[in-house]
């Protein structure tokens, strides 16, 4: 069983950066890729980025590459991912969830486990 739980959402303006992490429990949470994904209110929820399990490989959504970086600290016992979001805009504002998957993927569905959420707000 892996339980995530994410924190680093608030309140910025456009332009300034938030880091946003995910928090890992679970001893098979190391076999799995991690992804971030946001939801709108009214949209659908939609892939950011995704982290292999070494972290070695990333993936970005068009709409934030060069300003989101993910990143994964596997310790020995606790693992973390982070998104780092920069230049960030009004149009980045969504509840972010982080999850976790067998198999790298884009699509929510083959995530099995997943976060609360955190709401990232930018004013414009």
């Known amino acids: 069983q892996v339980q995530l739980v994410e924190s680093g959402g608030g309140l910025v303006q456009a332009g300034d950066s938030l880091r946003l992490s995910c928090a890992a429990s679970?001893?098979?949470?190391?076999?799995?890729?991690v992804g971030w994904f946001r939801q709108a209110p009214g949209k659908e929820r939609e892939f950011v980025a995704a982290i292999s399990r070494s972290g070695g490989s990333t993936d970005y959504t068009d709409s934030v590459k060069g300003r989101f970086t993910i990143s994964r600290d596997n310790a020995e016992n606790t693992v973390t991912v982070y998104l780092l979001m920069n230049t960030l805009k009004p149009e980045d504002t969504a509840v972010y969830y982080c999850a976790a998957a067998l198999i790298s993927s884009r699509s929510a569905r083959r995530y099995d486990y997943w976060g609360q959420g955190t709401q990232v707000t930018v004013s414009s």
């Open positions: 679970g001893r098979t949470f190391r076999m799995h890729t």
